[in-house]
């Protein structure tokens, strides 16, 4: 990892108004848990807090927002020739970029989840289990969506369509989906370190270790290739 390259995806991502976007989803998680346990004079549903809510929607938009901004605007507009024109080898790049948005992501997503599990007064196991649900699916969506940013111009819709389309709709339809999702993944990994019950966590502990590693090295190699494919015909 080059960390000359982490440091301004860095300054891009949290130094533009897309930082202040990152931040405000998962106040928005914790808002809306207090809200609720206010309202409500209960502690709110743990699988309310990690699942319906954080894992399906606060913690792959944070990554989705994350991942485009440390590479698809610069494919977008050309500029990443300039980049592309050090000495630094393209999946170097990649990785260093992928880095940078996932420690972001899982930072967001991690604490995010957390605060909200607390504001929502469940027990600490829970709380635990929110900020490990959300650093590990923050990662592996980030992964994913370097993946998509770098195979398309349309990567954020992409993302989109992933996580809020295919991965909501699909798993409740088709049982056998949960085996291509990276929530799945993700519970499955968490049920096991935190010790919880979550509800998509039905595959194998190793085929969800095997698929989350998969998914990381599939992401990052694929970002590179096209990184060096792109210098390569210099048609973008």
């Known amino acids: 990892m080059n960390l000359t390259i982490a440091r301004l995806a860095l300054r891009a991502l949290l130094g533009q108004k897309r930082g202040f976007v990152l931040l405000a989803l998962p106040l928005v998680l914790v808002a809306l848990a207090a809200t609720v346990r206010a309202l409500t004079g209960e502690p709110m549903s743990a699988g309310l807090v990690i699942v319906e809510v954080g894992l399906a929607v606060v913690v792959p938009l944070v990554a989705l927002l994350a991942a485009n901004g440390v590479l698809g605007p610069e494919i977008d507009d050309?500029?990443?020739v300039y980049l592309l024109s050090t000495p630094v080898s393209r999946y170097v790049v990649a990785a260093s970029k992928w880095a940078?948005?996932?420690?972001v992501s899982a930072m967001l997503s991690s604490?995010?989840?957390a605060a909200a599990a607390l504001a929502g007064g469940v027990n600490s196991q829970w709380?635990?289990?929110s900020a490990v649900a959300g650093a590990i699916g923050a990662v592996l969506y980030t992964a994913l969506f370097c993946l998509l940013s770098a195979a398309t111009r349309h990567g954020m819709v992409a993302g989109l369509i992933y996580a809020l389309v295919l991965e909501r709709a699909l798993a409740s339809l088709l049982s056998g989906f949960r085996y291509l999702s990276v929530q799945a993944f993700t519970q499955r990994i968490t049920e096991s370190v935190a010790g919880i019950d979550l509800p998509l966590a039905t595959i194998g502990l190793g085929y969800a270790l095997i698929a989350a590693l998969v998914?990381?090295?599939l992401g990052v190699g694929f970002a590179g290739w096209r990184l060096q494919r792109f210098q390569l015909r210099g048609d973008e």
């Open 127 to 129: 709380v635990l289990g």
């Open 78 to 80: 050309g500029s990443v």
């Open 111 to 113: 604490g995010g989840l």
């Open 215 to 217: 998914v990381l090295v």
């Open 100 to 103: 940078a948005a996932a420690c």
